[in-house]
């Protein structure tokens, strides 16, 4: 198969590079000093797996004529920029391993319904300032036909990815899935952009443990507003979250920040990690996006509403 890479940042590369490790076609599509690096150095992944390859770069998306698959791990607000100069080419199977869960309907509006997979990514890694990646985390990357059902796609695709060291999976409820994910991420990714700490620290203080848990548990009720189930998928239990009280949450947000502590205790979120950059923060298109959602259907989440309007600000003076 021929798999382009839309992006080349951490996850592009940590998937893109086990790819090629692998023997498999990918054209990494990338641009400025990235590409410049990529081109003279290959893709450098070291933590989980320690490895350099060279690898084949693409500055001018023009020059794309067909992929078997697309991967998508753009940043969100670069993301309908990114896609657009795209729709000429022929795709087979295009999916994002973005944040949030508007991202398959941007990619359906330009590359069709029929090409679109839903998918998440519980892998984690960081672009470091010498250009290799720090691979931290790979749970489980899952693919699946949308809403819901079977998918000889997604079935190919995993296994690809598994024989390159991508521990993959199909869902045939992929779209529960995503919206489990992004339950979990929504209070992750907010406490760590305010509190700027390691995962597994905001995730051990009960006061940030309880605020993670307020906005997780109005993220679900939204879910629960468009009749989309959820379920209880590592890292982050979402029904448990949800169903209990929310002491009984917060005990499950502290249980998971021993975890992290454990198991990945330089975990942090890419929020985090970009805020430390400078650089842009992924927030009118996931926190802005969920609110919106929850305006729409009248659902109540003043603590996500709160979180959101904070961060806004905060992403409102990098850019300025």
Known sequence: MKFVMLGAGALGSIVG????????????????????????????????????????????????????VLIDTVKTYQNNDAIEPL???????VFSLQNGVLKNQQLADVFGVDTVLGAIGVLSGELLGDGTVRFTM?????????????????????????AAGIKAAVSETIQTSEWSK???????????????????????????ARIAAKVMRETAAIAAALDIPLEDTPPTPSVKLTVGSED???AILKK??????????????????????GQRLEVE???GHAVAEAKRLSVPVPTLETCYRLI?????????
């Open 182 to 208: 992004f339950v979990g991420w929504t209070g992750v990714m907010a406490l760590s952009v305010i509190t700027r700490l390691e995962t597994y620290k905001f995730l051990l203080d009960p006061d940030s």
């Open 312 to 320: 806004s600000s905060i992403d409102r003076s990098l850019i300025a």
């Open 285 to 287: 298109e996931t926190l």
């Open 87 to 93: 729709k000429h080419v022929r795709v087979g199977s």
């Open 17 to 68: 590079g086990h790819l090629i490790r692998n023997g498999e076609d990918v054209t990494m599509l990338a641009r400025g000093k990235r590409a410049a690096y990529l081109k003279e150095n290959g893709i450098t992944v070291q933590g989980l797996t320690d490895f350099t390859v060279p690898c084949a770069v693409e500055m001018d998306p023009g020059k794309i004529e067909a992929a078997d």
């Open 248 to 250: 009984d949450a917060v």
């Open 138 to 162: 790979n749970q489980v990357l899952e693919i699946g036909a949308l809403p819901s059902g079977p998918s000889k796609k997604a079935e190919v695709i995993s296994d690809t990815l598994n």
């Open 256 to 277: 998971m920040g021993h975890n992290f502590h454990k198991n990945a205790p330089q975990h942090r979120v890419s929020a985090l990690q970009d805020l430390d950059r």
